[in-house]
């Protein structure tokens, strides 16, 4: 940036002082004007700087919480320790939540993947339930439920039950169902914590963990340490296989191929034989079901560090065993379809 000297000077001739001075002042003048321009770019900076670093702070907390761990909170009111959840309240026969107000939204998943945020939660009367403990749970819509019951997590169909036992299926895909004393059927339910009533007053309330539902690659619960060792995973979309059939799934993980798992898992979908829609199986082998042209049953599996490759066999059954009484014998490949699942290795 230019700036005009007041005196200009020549050669051989006398400059007087007050023009000098004139000049000096002006210089210094502009010096200073130059050094606050200077003062106001770095507070402009420092401000950029710290807005930046806040949006950067407000992205990552954001994606801490779209990280949702299913049949659980994911966020909600915390406690003073800033860890331990904080959301039952109750008086008496009221039960109340710290969800919206004055308190953060919670943030919540069901065991299919479906996420809800709520901004209010009505408070319960628990007048005229019977004494015990009750589970608490929030549905899609709002609406809260308590069940004087159990909450099961199994990959088998749990024996021993009661109406309103809720069961969460731990193998891929979860599925979370309620016992209606004749069948089990699905539930969308979110657990929030528990109460225990007595004399007709609740007497005690406790909060579940946040994102507490971790598996590892067999669908097994771990502990917190081992959390963090679960950092990728792919599932693919439901897909239908016919015979002599192959698949590419690019999950673009980028691990060795013996440092991760893959499953490819089956769903019926209509009732044939033993087997009853809805039904999860797994694909775990690859056979040659007789010495005659089309039967190929069963699928094989290809590992690199990026994708997964199955290729089916010929036949139009997806199995043709027969394990006797209980046999699953002649399942058609029509009859199903298939997801893949890959994920990281924990060991």
């Known amino acids: 940036m230019s700036f005009n000297i007041p005196n200009i000077f020549t050669a051989g001739t006398k400059a007087k002082a007050d023009e000098v001075n004139e000049n000096f002042t002006t210089i210094q003048d502009e010096l200073n004007k130059q050094n606050e321009n200077i003062a106001s770019i770095r507070e402009d900076v420092d401000y950029i700087k710290a807005d930046m670093f806040d949006d950067y702070i407000a992205e990552a907390e954001m994606m801490i919480k779209s990280s949702k761990s299913k049949f659980c909170i994911n966020c909600a009111n915390l406690s003073d320790d800033g860890k331990s959840p904080d959301l039952l309240s109750f008086d008496e026969n009221i039960l ?3 969800a919206g107000g004055a308190y953060p939204v919670l943030t919540g998943t069901n065991a299919y993947g479906d996420s809800e945020t709520f901004e209010y939660i009505d408070s319960v009367d628990i007048t005229g339930y019977v004494d015990g403990n009750y589970n608490i749970f929030i549905g899609l819509e709002g609406e809260v439920e308590l069940f004087n019951t159990k909450i099961i ?7 021993n039950i009661v109406i309103d036992d809720i069961w ?4 891929e895909p979860w599925c979370c169902y309620k016992f ?5 059927v699905e539930f969308e339910g979110i657990p929030l914590g528990s109460i225990t009533i007595k004399e007709g007053k609740i007497t005690d309330a406790s909060n579940y963990t946040l994102n507490s539902q971790y598996l590892d690659a067999d669908c097994n619960f771990i502990t917190p340490d081992g959390r963090n060792n679960l950092s990728k995973r792919f599932e693919s979309e439901w897909f239908a296989i016919v015979p002599n059939g192959v698949y590419v799934f690019e999950h673009k993980l980028n691990i060795d191929p013996l440092k991760y798992r893959a499953r490819l898992v ?8 033993n087997f009853q829609s809805g039904d999860i199986i797994e694909t775990l082998y690859s056979n040659y079901a007789g010495n005659e042209a089309s039967t190929e049953a ?11 490759t199955v290729a089916a066999g010929n036949s139009a059954f997806h199995c043709a065993n027969d394990f006797g009484g209980n046999g699953c014998a002649y399942l058609q490949r029509g009859n199903l379809e298939h997801k893949i699942i890959v994920t990281q290795d924990i060991n």
Do not use: E, H, Q
């Not at 997590?153 to 024996?159: G, H, I, L």
């Not at 089956?266 to 034989?273: A, D, K, L, Q």
């Not at 069963?298 to 997964?308: H, N, R, S, V, W």
């Open 96 to 98: 109340s939540f710290k």
């Open 153 to 159: 997590k199994s990959t088998v169909t749990p024996t």
């Open 168 to 171: 969460l299926m731990t193998l």
């Open 180 to 184: 209606n004393g004749l069948s089990w």
């Open 266 to 273: 089956s769903r019926v979908i209509n009732n044939y034989g």
């Open 298 to 308: 069963g699928c094989i599996m290809k590992y690199t560090k990026d994708a997964i």
